[in-house]
């Protein structure tokens, strides 16, 4: 189904900007790939959406806090306008004046809502947790 390919493609392209953009600390960007009704949930903390995302987002763009990342994309699902997307998610944050970065790694789920043609992350869930400091540090 070409359809179901195009919007695949369409939802790999948005992991891949996520990724690019949080790198690049680029706040306008990600809220670009969310919709105004987005909802996060992470573990310890209450459930929270853009406002809290663009402000926590500014914040580690001011503080100079350098983000790395690589997603496994194992599951895409599309259901109409909506999706769905299961991956395995490694990110590092080092703070300037540290020479380790903070890992963590996990599972994330993702769903999706087609929004003005567009996908956008609509909730999403991470079981991110501490991990292991990378190869070559000890």
Same mark, same amino acid.
């Given at each position: 189904?070409?359809?179901?390919?195009?919007?695949?493609?369409? %939802? *790999?392209? @948005?992991?891949?900007?996520?990724?690019?953009? &949080? $790198?690049?600390?680029?706040?306008? /960007?990600?809220?670009?790939?969310?919709?105004?009704?987005?909802?996060?949930?992470?573990?310890?903390?209450?459930?929270?959406?853009?406002?809290?995302?663009?402000?926590?987002?500014?914040?580690?763009?001011?503080?100079?806090?350098?983000?790395?990342?690589?997603?496994?994309?194992?599951? %895409? *699902?599309? @259901?109409?306008?909506?999706?769905?997307?299961? &991956? $395995?998610?490694?990110?590092?944050? /080092?703070?300037?004046?540290?020479?380790?970065?903070?890992?963590?790694?996990?599972?994330?789920?993702?769903?999706?809502?087609?929004?003005?043609?567009?996908?956008?992350?609509?909730?999403?869930?991470?079981?991110?947790?501490?991990?292991?400091?990378?190869?070559?540090?000890?």
């Amino acid at each position: 189904m070409e359809f179901a390919v195009d919007d695949e493609s369409a %939802i *790999r392209q @948005l992991v891949a900007t996520w990724l690019s953009a &949080t $790198r690049a600390g680029d706040t306008e /960007t990600l809220l670009d790939l969310m919709t105004d009704d987005v909802v996060f949930l992470v573990a310890g903390q209450e459930p929270f959406g853009r406002e809290a995302f663009a402000r926590a987002s500014r914040e580690q763009a001011e503080a100079s806090v350098v983000f790395d990342g690589a997603s496994e994309i194992q599951e %895409i *699902r599309i @259901l109409g306008d909506w999706a769905y997307l299961r &991956t $395995r998610l490694r990110v590092s944050a /080092t703070r300037p004046g540290t020479e380790l970065p903070m890992i963590r790694s996990g599972h994330t789920l993702s769903i999706l809502r087609k929004d003005a043609g567009e996908w956008r992350i609509a909730r999403d869930a991470n079981l991110l947790v501490a991990a292991g400091a990378p190869s070559g540090h000890s």
